[in-house]
T-cell receptor, first 111, second 112 residues
């Protein structure tokens, strides 16, 4: 069945790059999303990539998609304390309007 | 501020209580969603409404009852809940079903 997997935690030092990884199983995904959830707040769409793209860059964020391996990553350059949050990977599938969600990766920033 | 508001932000209720969660979107969207978020688990889609018609009900227990009186408002009526229903309940809206979703801040529900 459809499944999206992420590590539950990632710890990085302030100023370093963070790379959050996600794997998915359904090869018919159309869009893949990264959402950010800060404490006490709802989910905020950070960025997304269409499935026929390999890479998308937006300021400090770089999304890489390896469709062959069904692997998606989010790189945050120069990680700041304000980046502390839970990051969710989600995919939409062509035949279904539902989003398939990962469990979220909590990004912990060390000083 | 995403344009989707939810009230209350926190709710504690006993198992015999009846309460309602409210969601309002100010984005002119046609679709609205209820999700349940439990710790360390993927988001669970509960209900989807498109133009006030329910289009999806993912095997949600009948103690959760949605209501969509118009395209801007969505309610989730709760009665005789169980402690395992304690979670963050998120509302989202999108221009149409399948389009990019915008989320509210959620209601943190605790059932005692």
């Amino acid at each position: 069945g459809e499944d999206v997997e992420q590590s539950l935690f990632l710890s990085v030092r302030e100023g370093d790059s963070s790379v959050i990884n996600c794997t998915y199983t359904d090869s018919s995904s159309t869009y893949l999303y990264w959402y950010k959830q800060e404490p006490g707040a709802g989910l905020q769409l950070l960025t997304y990539i269409f499935s026929n793209m390999d890479m998308k860059q937006d300021q400090r964020l770089t999304v890489l998609l390896n469709k062959k391996d069904k692997h998606l990553s989010l790189r945050i350059a120069d990680t700041q304390t304000g980046d502390s949050a839970i990051y969710f990977c989600a995919e939409s599938i062509d035949s279904n309007y539902q989003l398939i969600w990962g469990a979220g990766t909590k990004l912990i920033i060390k000083p | 501020e995403t344009g989707v508001t939810q009230t209350p932000r926190h709710l504690v209720m006993g198992m015999t209580n009846k309460k309602s969660l409210k969601c309002e979107q100010h984005l002119g969207h046609n679709a609205m969603y209820w999700y349940k978020q439990s710790a360390k688990k993927p988001l669970e889609l509960m209900f989807v409404y498109s133009l006030e018609e329910r289009v999806e009900n993912n095997s949600v227990p009948s103690r959760f009852s949605p209501e969509c009186p118009n395209s801007s408002h969505l309610f989730l009526h709760l009665h005789t809940l169980q402690p395992e229903d304690s979670a963050l309940y998120l509302c989202a809206s999108s221009q149409d079903v399948g389009a990019e979703q915008y989320f509210g801040p959620g209601t943190r529900l605790t059932v005692t």
